[in-house]
């Protein structure tokens, strides 16, 4: 169970990017978080993390509060917290099965790591998962040489590389086509499905949402307008959501 209690972010200079946010998360659930860009949707997803530092607040997360875990406490949980990235953050210039096993920088050995040296029972898991999301062929190209939606296949295998139990997704169609981005959404589906993962994944689009969320909370100038199951996002709330001059598609 993953638990948000009041979280609020101030960036330096007085931007506040969350107000007061709390809702919770059971095991297991596939949760979209939506609004507007600039809605806080990123900050708090790497606020679970504390890939950025909350101002206010608690989050917990299998009963550890995490916003209270010491720097070594942090490095035992984001082994097992996955996250896939809108720009996907690979390492262009290494090969695919190198950048997935940068899923596995917690587990091995630094000094073998750094020089990309890594056990042969991790480069089979590295391989496994390739195969997984459609990719083995691609394991000794580089990164650069593939196109956007099989980068984002790659960062996907990559959070699957830490055995996660939940996988932060940022925005991870957002720079893709609408059939990549179903393929992408699929994927999650797939670990969400048949691994059990919990799964928090922030979107622009309202059919993803409807497609692949279990429950939806909706942001608005850092606050949440919404916390439900999407087909509950009538006409009103979604003007709520994205403002009072938003038209629905479809």
């Not at 406490?73 to 090969?95: A, C």
């Not at 048949?194 to 606050?223: M, N």
């Amino acid at each position: 169970m993953l638990k948000v209690e009041h979280l609020t972010k101030v960036y330096d200079g007085g931007t506040v990017a969350l107000e007061d946010v709390s809702f919770e998360v059971p095991d297991g659930q596939f949760l979209a978080v939506i609004g507007l860009s600039g809605s806080g949707k990123s900050t708090l997803l790497r606020c679970i993390n504390r890939l950025i530092e909350p101002t206010e607040g608690r989050i917990l997360w299998n009963g550890v509060d995490v916003t209270a875990a010491s720097q070594e406490d942090m490095r035992r949980i984001r082994r097992r917290i996955g996250m896939v990235f809108q720009h996907f953050n690979l390492v262009h210039r290494s090969k695919v099965i190198t950048n997935v096993l940068q899923g596995r920088l917690g587990y091995v050995n630094p000094a073998l790591s750094i020089i990309n040296r890594f056990p042969k029972d991790e480069v089979a898991r590295a391989r496994a998962q390739l195969a997984r999301v459609g990719l083995e062929e691609k394991a000794n190209q580089r990164a650069d040489e593939l196109s956007g939606g099989q980068q984002q296949r790659v960062g996907v295998a990559r959070a699957l590389m830490q055995n996660p139990e939940m996988v932060l997704a940022d925005e991870p169609v957002a720079s893709l086509d609408p059939v990549l981005a179903h393929s992408i959404m699929q994927y999650l589906e797939l670990i969400n499905d048949e691994d059990d993962v919990t799964v928090l994944c922030s979107l622009h689009f309202l059919d993803l949402v409807h497609r692949y969320a279990d429950q939806a909370i909706a942001l608005y100038d850092g606050k949440v307008v919404f916390e439900g199951p999407p087909s509950d996002i009538d006409d009103a709330r979604f003007k709520e959501i994205y403002g009072q001059e938003a038209e629905r598609v479809g």
